[in-house]
């Protein structure tokens, strides 16, 4: 059994090229065939609507999966042109009625510069901190799910029981920092931020799972949607009563780095991105 990891392990890489300049070995070596391409930009704006596009998404896909629990949750990205900034959904709006339209643009100390909603008071201490701590990190994602609630008041790490687990293996943190305590005073963002470094999902002490990413809205959305998947699995693994065989150490490490990689989180969103646009175009009004 893996030990608690109260500090970030050693930094992998989270993407490396292969010896034939793919990003990942799931990239077809055939020429010609579908498959989703990482985004090119000629101009700020257009990526500043690409980023604002793919938030919206990933609170539809947030709603999809049940997340919401009333105005709590918040995901953020932060803006291309302006890093001091990031983009976030507004304070008591449904996951799943989350537009272009009611997005809010927010400084590091919580103010709203851009958009007519309020900001999440606890999303504003947790994110701001780390954004402005980290400034490799582009987006995060939080929300009060149930079984990564339930799973965080065990005060552990998940254990590698599976491949979809092993992508977290020695990639995440226990925050004991502030657990149970609602986050709305600046302090407590300062205490959590410093131990995103190096990992991609943290699972905060009583209080629930967060991800951070430093490639894309995408993969910090997948990834909490893939963290909540796996304290499910497990919390329904030990309920059996029996002690689940692991994967071990190096097999763990090596299915991290081929499907836990930010660009594997980003390729498993492409997948939801396609549904959404095709059955709820109304996220973009």
Not at 81 to 102: D, I
Not at 176 to 197: H, P, R
Not at 215 to 238: D, G, N, T, Y
Not at 256 to 279: C, D, K, M, N, P
Request: hydrophobic content about 45%; aromatic content about 10%; overall charge negative.
């Amino acid at each position: 059994m893996p030990a608690v990891l109260d500090r970030p392990a050693q930094a992998h890489p989270s993407t490396s090229l292969l010896r034939d300049g793919r990003v990942s070995i799931y990239q077809p070596e055939q020429k010609g065939l579908i498959y989703p391409e990482l985004p090119a930009f000629t101009n700020v704006a257009a990526q500043r609507q690409h980023l604002k596009e793919r938030l919206v998404a990933a609170c539809r896909a947030f709603a999809l999966e049940g997340f919401d629990y009333g105005f709590a949750g918040h995901l953020t990205v932060r803006d291309p042109e302006h890093p001091e900034l990031y983009w976030t959904n507004p304070m008591a709006v449904h996951f799943a009625q989350v537009k272009l339209s009611n997005l809010i643009l927010a400084d590091h100390k919580g103010r709203v510069v851009e958009g007519r909603h309020a900001i999440n008071r606890a999303g504003f201490v947790l994110h701001a901190a780390v954004h402005e701590a980290h400034q490799d990190i582009v987006a995060m994602c939080h929300a009060h799910t149930v079984y990564g609630t339930a799973f965080a008041a065990l005060g552990k790490p998940l254990d590698p029981i599976s491949q979809d687990a092993a992508a977290f293996f020695e990639d995440h943190v226990v925050i004991k920092e502030e657990a149970g305590q609602v986050a709305v005073e600046e302090k407590a963002g300062t205490s959590v931020c410093d131990w995103f470094k190096d990992v991609k999902a943290a699972i905060h002490q009583n209080h629930g799972l967060l991800t951070a990413s430093r490639h894309s809205i995408e993969a910090a959305a997948f990834w909490f949607i893939a963290l909540e998947r796996c304290c499910r699995q497990q919390l329904l693994v030990e309920a059996t009563g029996q002690k689940p065989v692991m994967v071990s150490a190096d097999k763990s490490r090596y299915s991290r780095e081929h499907v836990g990689s930010e660009y594997i989180g980003w390729l498993h969103f492409q997948a939801i991105w396609e549904h959404l646009v095709a059955t709820q175009p109304d996220m973009f009004a």
